[in-house]
T-cell receptor
């Protein structure tokens, strides 16, 4: 069965510092991996995806993620955090041949001024 | 262009009543998904539609839940005889086609509260 783990409920970082939000996955085949962000009382906004190719994927708002097959990880990163990045971040996986997304439990990012 | 829209944005109902939630996907998107977001269960897949194919209903939690998609566009999620545990945010998403190469784009959700 597919599963996604986000080991941190919350990540705290100071504005201007780099941030990392961790994600590991378990799928039976080659994974499609996604990051979404959710602001209060809003739906999920697509940030980036990994399908194949370069292990470093660049997305919206300066975010990027690194796919590591040997560690089955897909960590979200940003070189310099903004206060406005504070939100709930979800990692998701989709196994080839399946259509549904399996989500992690979410990580709350808090960027302090 | 316009994103995925959902209505109503909020719905309060009494236990035992039926509710209908509506989703308008992005124009031209052939795949449509329903998910549920609740405190206890996180984000769960409910049902998936792709074109004229039979929907994947594998995530529906009980037979009180049903969904339809008319004309390959608008979808309605119906919950019959609502229970308090149905309280959650119901999210709709659409994608250009099926398969993981196409990202799913989500609507703002319908927040359902069953009293």
């Amino acid at each position: 069965a597919q599963s996604v783990a986000q080991p941190e409920d919350q990540v705290n970082v100071a504005e201007g510092n780099p941030l990392t939000v961790k994600c590991t996955y378990s799928v039976s085949g080659n994974p499609y991996l996604f990051w979404y962000v959710q602001y209060p009382n809003r739906g999920l906004q697509f940030l980036l995806k990994y399908i194949t190719g370069d292990n470093l994927v660049k997305g919206s708002y300066g975010f990027e993620a690194e796919f590591n097959k040997s560690q089955t990880s897909f960590h979200l990163k940003k070189p310099s955090a903004l206060v406005s990045d504070s939100a709930l971040y979800f990692c998701a996986a989709q196994d080839t041949g399946f259509q549904k997304l399996v989500f992690g439990t979410g990580t709350r990012l808090l960027v302090s001024p | 262009g316009a994103g995925v829209s959902q209505s109503p944005s909020n719905k309060v109902t009494e236990k035992g009543k039926d509710v209908e939630l509506r989703c308008d996907p992005i124009s031209g998107h052939t795949a449509l998904y329903w998910y549920r977001q609740s405190l206890g269960q996180g984000l769960e897949f409910l049902i998936y539609f792709q074109g004229n194919s039979a929907p994947d209903k594998s995530g529906l939690p009980s037979d009180r839940f049903s969904a339809e998609r008319t004309g390959g566009s608008v979808s309605t999620l119906t919950i019959q005889r609502t229970q308090q545990e149905d309280s959650a945010v119901y999210l709709c998403a659409s994608s250009l086609a099926s398969g993981g190469t196409w990202a799913q784009y989500f609507g703002p959700g319908t927040r359902l509260l069953v009293l």
